[in-house]
Nanobody, 123 residues
């Protein structure tokens, strides 16, 4: 099983990034897919989650209106578009495959995790 996140980098406040997570080794269409992040000295937090069909989506309040999650089930890939980035968005971002999604609480029952990609927002 592999989940390879990419697309992170250093960006100025107000900038944008598109994170990608290419997966293999499991049945992508069986899992909700989520993005998480962990900033230095802080606990990992849920950022966004999407159901298999895309009919259920969750965003943490701090990124609502600035982020868009999407997935390509044919390519086994999930994306996270981050716009209007703020310094507090600085973190390592991880993707994960989840057994279920709750639109109030996000992804649950994470089964597979990927390596993270660093996002740094700084002027």
């Amino acid at each position: 099983v592999q989940l390879q996140a990419s697309g992170g980098g250093v960006v100025q406040p107000g900038g944008s990034l598109r994170l990608s997570c290419v997966t293999s080794g499991f049945t992508f269409n069986y899992y909700a897919m989520g993005w998480f992040r962990q900033a230095p000295g802080k606990e990992r937090e849920k950022v966004s989650c999407m159901s298999v069909s895309g009919d259920m989506i969750y965003y943490v309040d701090s990124v609502k209106g600035r982020s868009t999650i999407s997935r390509d089930n044919a390519e086994n890939t999930v994306y996270l578009q981050l716009n209007s980035l703020k310094p507090e968005d600085t973190a390592v971002y991880y993707c994960a495959a989840a057994r279920f999604i709750d639109t109030i609480r996000g992804c649950g029952g994470m089964e597979y995790w990927g390596e993270g990609t660093q996002v740094t927002v700084s002027s």
